[in-house]
């Protein structure tokens, strides 16, 4: 298993990634355009983890910003998904930890995530992962 920084040619997958986590059918031409416009910004990090033959078998994306309450630029994790067949296999805690390590590497500090409150298993691999569950989050639809 290996680690690499996501490319243009791995929409697809990540696409399909997505779909699965979020149970849903996204536009694939609106997904291309922000996954693309995304793979540019250089305050985003994403990665895909691959099998020994190459195959993408997991991704995570993370977004930094500079928050003026942390006084630095603190990354969140925004997707973190495994394919099916490599679930339980430490793929994940894999891609977290190459993550962190390129975090620390360009001298970050801080590492955010949040999750859906119905993904108790996901909860439970960020506490086994060393995240503190330290906030709530609320969300309000505009439209």
């Not at 691999?125 to 309000?140: D, L, R, W």
Request: net charge negative.
């Amino acid at each position: 298993m290996t680690t690499r920084f996501a490319t243009q040619e791995d929409v697809r997958v990540v696409y399909g990634f997505i779909n699965e986590l979020e149970n849903t059918v996204f536009d694939y031409d609106t997904f291309e355009k922000y996954y693309f416009e995304n793979l540019e910004n250089k305050n985003n990090i994403y990665l895909v983890a691959t099998d020994t033959v190459k195959n993408v078998i997991g991704f995570c994306s993370s977004h930094g910003q500079i928050l003026l309450h942390h006084q630095c630029m603190v990354f969140e994790i925004q997707e973190l998904f495994i394919a099916t067949d490599y679930r339980d296999k430490k793929v994940g805690r894999f891609l977290l930890q190459a993550l962190e390590d390129i975090l620390k590497q360009q001298g970050h500090e801080l590492l955010e995530v949040t999750s859906n409150k119905r993904r108790t298993e996901a909860h439970r691999f960020y506490i086994n992962n060393g995240f503190a569950e330290s906030h709530f989050k609320f969300t309000k639809k505009l439209s």
